[in-house]
């Protein structure tokens, strides 16, 4: 009995240690706040369940070594009373819901990478009067009537619609009607 005990302790011992590398190389990883979630899900649902293994696995022993069809086919687990496979398997089911927060979050990450290099490569291709353009949106916190513009930059009304219209077929900016203006709004 006691032999078990201690493969238990070296099994949470080898556990800590892992979840102390995990911890480790968080450290040098840059994670999104779903993906720091998705990690804090994992980790408590997997302490849970060694919690709970902890906590059943002596009376699962005791009522093993008791039963009488040891040589006949009993095994430890028909001793873990029916809280325990509860207990086991909603922590299994959160720990699954926890990897596959990971999972979407790294998915949403890579895609937001791509697109950012994606944008960066049209801005880096945009025209001097696209960019000043660009730029003077982007000073204005991404939100500016279209009038503004014309006034800041001192171009002409056609010359600032036809800029950006290129800018808004780029995918850059988006221009939304307020009454009898234009709103020309930075996409993210």
């Not at 325990?84 to 922590?91: L, R």
Request: charged share 25%; aromatic share 8%.
């Amino acid at each position: 009995m006691k032999h078990h005990i201690v493969e238990l302790g070296e099994t949470s011992f080898s556990a800590a240690y892992k979840l102390f590398r995990l911890i480790k190389i968080m450290k040098t990883h840059k994670f999104s706040i779903i993906e720091y979630a998705g990690i804090a899900i994992i980790i408590l649902s997997v302490l849970s369940f060694l919690m709970l293994l902890l906590v059943s696995l002596p009376d699962a022993i005791k009522g093993h070594l008791s039963c009488q069809l040891v040589s006949g086919g009993c095994t430890i687990f028909g001793h873990f009373s029916m809280e325990a496979y509860v207990g086991f398997i909603s922590t299994i089911v959160i720990m699954l819901f926890g990897i596959w927060v990971l999972i979407k979050s790294r998915k949403e990450m890579k895609t937001a990478i791509k697109t950012h290099e994606a944008t960066k490569e049209v801005i880096q291709k945009l025209s001097d009067d696209e960019k000043k353009i660009y730029d003077h949106v982007i000073q204005h916190d991404g939100i500016i009537f279209q009038n503004e513009i014309v006034k800041d930059l001192g171009y002409s009304k056609v010359k600032t619609s036809r800029i950006l219209d290129k800018l808004e077929t780029k995918g850059l900016i988006e221009r939304r009607r307020r009454g009898m203006a234009n709103l020309v709004v930075l996409k993210k």
